[in-house]
T-cell receptor
């Protein structure tokens, strides 16, 4: 099946630093989404992107839908301790169903 | 507004047994999707239900089956459990069939011994 390559796999940053992570695919998607998962919880939607080239912000988070429709990135500015968690990218393309294809996640650790 | 709730939260089964996991969708949501999340991996799509009908299925064998009820709640059934079925099973509801904006429950952690 489709695979999303998410990088980096994990990262350790100092509180206050900016963070950048990205996601690439061999196939195109019509929608890109970014979710965050805390331990013992289900994923929570952070940002949804619907148009190639779109740049969308949600507070300190900014995400972009790549113009090739095969990639997306997520930036977090001025990180804080509660940013700790696993960030997943997900792509959606109608192909008989509206399923999401998820990456393997980027584990973010913030050092106070 | 009540979020997505799943039960049980944890369970242990032995190989060959059967399991039923339950999910109550968020108020106002008519679509339910199920995902399997193995340790250290991203969620993987099992199937989606809309108006009590299965609408799309991932790469899972027929021993994974589901139901959606008139109140939009849902069940995931797994027969003939295998060791590799050990995972976190996530239910997600949404306000429509086509949206990728899913609201996930906390999951049911299944361990198969």
């Amino acid at each position: 099946g489709q695979q999303l390559n998410q990088s980096p796999q994990s990262m350790f940053i100092q509180e206050g630093e900016d963070v950048s992570m990205n996601c690439t695919s061999s196939s195109i998607f019509n929608t890109w989404l970014w979710y965050k998962q805390d331990p013992g919880e289900g994923p929570v939607l952070l940002i949804a992107l619907y148009k190639a080239g779109e740049l969308t912000s949600n507070g300190r988070l900014t995400a972009q839908f790549g113009i090739t429709r095969k990639d997306s990135f997520l930036n977090i500015s001025a990180s804080i301790p509660s940013d700790v968690g696993i960030y997943f990218c997900a792509g959606q393309l109608w192909a008989g169903s509206y399923q999401l294809t998820f990456g393997k996640g980027t584990k973010l650790s913030v050092i106070p | 507004e009540t979020g997505v709730t799943q039960s049980p939260t944890h369970l242990i089964k032995t190989r060959g047994q059967q399991v039923t996991l339950r999910c109550s969708s968020q108020s106002g949501h008519n679509t339910v999707s199920w995902y399997q999340q193995a340790l250290g991996q991203g969620p993987q799509f099992i199937f989606q239900y809309y108006r009590e009908e299965e609408n799309g299925r991932g790469n899972f064998p027929p021993r994974f089956s589901g139901l959606q009820f008139p109140n939009y709640s849902s069940e995931l059934n797994v027969n003939a459990l295998e060791l590799d079925d050990s995972a976190l099973y996530l239910c997600a509801s949404s306000s429509g069939l086509a949206t990728g904006e899913l609201f996930f429950g906390e999951g049911s952690r299944l361990t198969v011994l």
